[in-house]
């Protein structure tokens, strides 16, 4: 039997809803495939915040980095700010463990329906490759006459050498490894930011030339934004900075059904450090309590860690159940028209496992 400790952080809203589900899953795929968890909660938030002051305790990474990997809910809570939520938990986290790969896989599957016309099951299956600790997150800046009427603020995006060709080069063996199209595609503006992406596009054009077996293309952002929406079928994996890899993966998730069935991975590919796997939705506060949050992207999530876990038929059979019960169309939770529960899809996705 092979054993792993995870870090689970519900967080807040949604999170705290659609994390025992995913945890309900990796049980049930542990019986079939001789795998035993320890899951360790930790209480880190907006709740947490609201009775310490900081989101997560000062040791939060000297106690994450026990384990194998972290389940992440979601964080955020209303009168939170958005600069603290970010700041407080998921950039440490993302930095401090040097995930620098921000996975967000996005598939049309059988039995959703895309907001777009004549796009059938399989047909948009696509994968963006998001920077993830450096860029226009960076947060370097500052304030100047705070809070007077002639304020300035500040702020500098970071982009490296070592940071763009490490995450670019992730993307290309990303497209070698995936039954797609073998191409790889790079988003950038430096038309307007004459350098910190003109930068990225030298970096991609040198990485692309040790990958003569996979295609290429680079657009302009408001180009690609337009090409999600006009020609998805033609993406294979995206690979983009810190800003347009997040704009555009929710772009992606919209297109391929909801986003409530997105999920993610922050690799640290190294293996130094632990990564972190997350649906992208957020905390959701319009729903939440009402039972009806899809539990879909938090179980992708898990089922994205089993892989990188090395328990690769496990996350397969997760994947195949959660296939099984989009495709039936019966269990759907109103993001995807339906009026099932948080609670029906799990119990359905554990009986198709």
Same mark, same amino acid.
């Given at each position: 039997?092979?054993?792993?400790?995870?870090?689970?952080? #519900?967080?807040?809203?949604?999170?705290?809803?659609?994390?025992?589900?995913?945890?309900?899953?990796?049980?049930?795929?542990?019986?079939?495939?001789?795998? &035993?968890?320890?899951?360790?909660?930790? %209480?880190? =938030?907006?709740?947490?915040?609201?009775?310490?002051?900081?989101?997560?305790?000062?040791?939060?990474?000297?106690?994450?980095?026990? &384990?194998?990997?972290?389940?992440?809910?979601?964080?955020? &809570?209303?009168?939170?700010?958005?600069?603290?939520?970010?700041?407080?938990?998921?950039?440490?986290?993302?930095?401090?463990? %040097?995930?620098?790969?921000?996975?967000?896989?996005?598939?049309?599957? $059988?039995? *959703?329906?895309?907001?777009?016309?004549?796009?059938?099951?399989?047909?948009?299956?696509? *994968?963006?490759?998001?920077?993830?600790? $450096?860029?226009?997150?960076?947060?370097?800046?500052?304030?100047?006459?705070?809070?007077? #009427?002639?304020?300035?603020?500040?702020?500098?995006?970071?982009?490296?050498?070592?940071?763009?060709?490490?995450?670019?080069?992730?993307?290309?063996?990303?497209?070698?490894?995936?039954?797609?199209?073998?191409?790889?595609?790079?988003?950038?503006?430096?038309?307007?930011?004459?350098?910190?992406?003109?930068?990225?596009?030298?970096?991609?054009?040198?990485?692309?030339?040790?990958?003569?077996?996979?295609?290429?293309?680079?657009?302009?952002?408001?180009?690609?934004?337009?090409?999600?929406?006009?020609?998805?079928?033609?993406? %294979?994996?995206?690979?983009?900075?810190?800003?347009?890899?997040?704009?555009?993966?929710?772009?992606?998730?919209?297109?391929? =059904?909801?986003?409530?069935?997105?999920?993610?991975?922050?690799?640290?590919?190294?293996?130094?450090?632990?990564?972190?796997?997350?649906?992208? &939705? =957020?905390?959701? #506060?319009?729903?939440?309590?009402?039972?009806?949050?899809?539990?879909?992207?938090?179980?992708?999530?898990?089922?994205?860690?089993?892989?990188?876990?090395?328990?690769?038929?496990?996350?397969?059979?997760?994947?195949?159940?959660?296939?099984?019960?989009?495709?039936?169309?019966?269990?759907?939770? #109103?993001?995807?028209?339906?009026?099932?529960?948080?609670?029906?899809?799990?119990?359905?996705?554990?009986?198709?496992?």
């Amino acid at each position: 039997m092979r054993n792993f400790s995870i870090a689970v952080i #519900p967080g807040d809203g949604i999170g705290q809803e659609v994390i025992p589900p995913a945890l309900d899953v990796l049980r049930a795929a542990g019986a079939r495939f001789d795998l &035993h968890f320890d899951f360790a909660p930790f %209480d880190w =938030g907006a709740e947490y915040y609201f009775q310490h002051g900081a989101m997560m305790p000062p040791n939060a990474l000297e106690q994450l980095a026990a &384990h194998d990997a972290i389940l992440l809910g979601a964080v955020g &809570h209303v009168d939170v700010p958005d600069n603290i939520t970010l700041n407080g938990l998921l950039l440490p986290i993302r930095r401090g463990f %040097d995930q620098y790969a921000n996975v967000r896989p996005a598939v049309l599957w $059988e039995g *959703v329906d895309s907001p777009l016309r004549d796009q059938t099951a399989g047909a948009i299956d696509m *994968v963006v490759v998001r920077e993830n600790t $450096e860029g226009e997150y960076a947060q370097i800046g500052g304030f100047l006459y705070h809070h007077q #009427p002639e304020e300035v603020a500040v702020q500098t995006s970071v982009f490296t050498r070592r940071g763009c060709e490490r995450v670019i080069r992730h993307a290309f063996e990303l497209a070698r490894k995936r039954n797609g199209k073998k191409r790889v595609a790079s988003i950038t503006k430096s038309n307007a930011q004459g350098y910190s992406m003109v930068l990225w596009d030298r970096a991609f054009q040198q990485v692309a030339s040790e990958y003569p077996d996979i295609a290429t293309e680079s657009l302009l952002v408001d180009a690609a934004a337009m090409n999600f929406v006009r020609r998805p079928q033609t993406f %294979d994996v995206v690979v983009a900075s810190n800003l347009f890899g997040d704009i555009l993966s929710d772009l992606s998730a919209m297109v391929t =059904g909801s986003i409530g069935l997105a999920a993610s991975a922050n690799l640290d590919p190294s293996r130094r450090f632990p990564s972190m796997f997350e649906p992208v &939705h =957020g905390t959701a #506060p319009d729903i939440v309590g009402k039972g009806i949050a899809n539990p879909m992207a938090a179980i992708f999530s898990a089922s994205m860690m089993l892989d990188h876990l090395g328990a690769t038929a496990a996350a397969a059979a997760v994947l195949d159940a959660v296939g099984k019960v989009l495709g039936g169309r019966r269990e759907r939770t #109103p993001d995807l028209g339906g009026l099932a529960t948080t609670a029906s899809v799990t119990q359905a996705v554990l009986a198709a496992l």
